[in-house]
T-cell receptor, first 116, second 116 residues
C-alpha cells in the first residue's frame, strides 16, 4: 500500500532563517506531488505541483521554492523566511493523469510552521 | 478560472442532529470532478468522496450523503445523526478532468462542531 511521510511535524523558525520541508511517498512510482499551504483559519492554497523529477510548476509567486530530486521526494524550501510564511503545509500525492484514481489526492500529516 | 465557495464558515449542532454543508462551484470545464475532504483536529486531510460531473446520482455512505445538482452548480454534503467524532473542518474541492497536474481547487472550508 502507498504511504506518504512528511517532516518535520512542527517547526519554529526566526524571520530570515532558511526552511526545508521534506515529503516522501512509498509504494507507488511516478506520482504527481503537491505542496499546499493552509493559513490559520483559512482554506488550502496550492503552492507547487510536480508531474515528474525536476518538473515543478509554481502556482503562487512567493518566497518559497520546491524541488523534486527523486521520483518520490518533494522538498519545499525558502532561503529567508517571512512572518507571512507561517502556516500549515501539506504535501499530497496522486496517481498520474489517465490512471485509475487520478485526481484523488492523498495528504500527508502536515507540517506546522511558525515564523517568529 | 475555477472557484469553490463554502458560504458556511462554522456550524454548531448538538449530537444526533443532521447537518448539511453547502458547496457551490464555478468552472468552465465541461467535465470535472468534485470532492469532499475531512480535516479532523489532527490536521491531516481525509478523502471522503469523488464525484464525476457526468454522474448526478446522489450517493449515500453510512451517515454521509451527497447531493449533486449540476443545474445549480452545487455539491452539498449531509451528515445524518451527527456524532462528536464528526467535529472537523470539511472542504469541498473541484478539479477539471484534464486539469494540468490533476490540481484541486479547494473551498474555504466549513468547521463543524458537534456538541454532546
Amino acid at each position: 500500500s502507498q504511504t506518504i511521510h512528511q517532516w518535520p511535524a512542527t517547526l519554529v523558525q526566526p524571520v530570515g532563517s532558511p526552511l526545508s520541508l521534506e515529503c516522501t511517498v512509498e509504494g507507488t512510482s511516478n506520482p504527481n506531488l503537491y505542496w499546499y499551504r493552509q493559513a490559520a483559519g483559512r482554506g488550502l492554497q496550492l503552492l507547487f505541483y510536480s508531474v515528474g523529477i525536476g518538473q515543478i510548476s509554481s502556482e503562487v509567486p512567493q518566497n518559497l521554492s520546491a524541488s523534486r530530486p527523486q521520483d518520490r521526494q518533494f522538498i519545499l524550501s525558502s532561503k529567508k523566511l517571512l512572518l507571512s510564511d507561517s502556516g500549515f503545509y501539506l504535501c499530497a500525492w496522486s496517481v498520474p493523469a489517465g490512471k485509475p484514481g487520478a485526481n484523488v489526492l492523498t495528504f500527508g500529516a502536515g507540517s506546522r510552521l511558525t515564523v517568529l | 478560472a475555477q472557484k469553490v465557495t463554502q458560504a458556511q464558515t462554522e456550524i454548531s449542532v448538538v449530537e444526533k442532529e443532521d447537518v448539511t454543508l453547502d458547496c457551490v462551484y464555478e468552472t468552465r470545464d465541461t467535465t470535472y470532478y468534485l470532492f469532499w475532504y475531512k480535516q479532523p483536529p489532527s490536521g491531516e486531510l481525509v478523502f471522503l468522496i469523488r464525484r464525476n460531473s457526468f454522474d448526478e446520482q446522489n450517493e449515500i455512505s453510512g451517515r454521509y450523503s451527497w447531493n449533486f445538482q449540476k443545474s445549480t452548480s452545487s455539491f452539498n454534503f449531509t451528515i445524518t445523526a451527527s456524532q462528536v467524532v464528526d467535529s472537523a473542518v470539511y472542504f469541498c474541492a473541484l478539479s477539471g478532468l484534464k486539469a494540468a497536474g490533476n490540481k484541486l481547487t479547494f473551498g474555504g472550508g466549513t468547521r463543524v462542531l458537534v456538541k454532546p
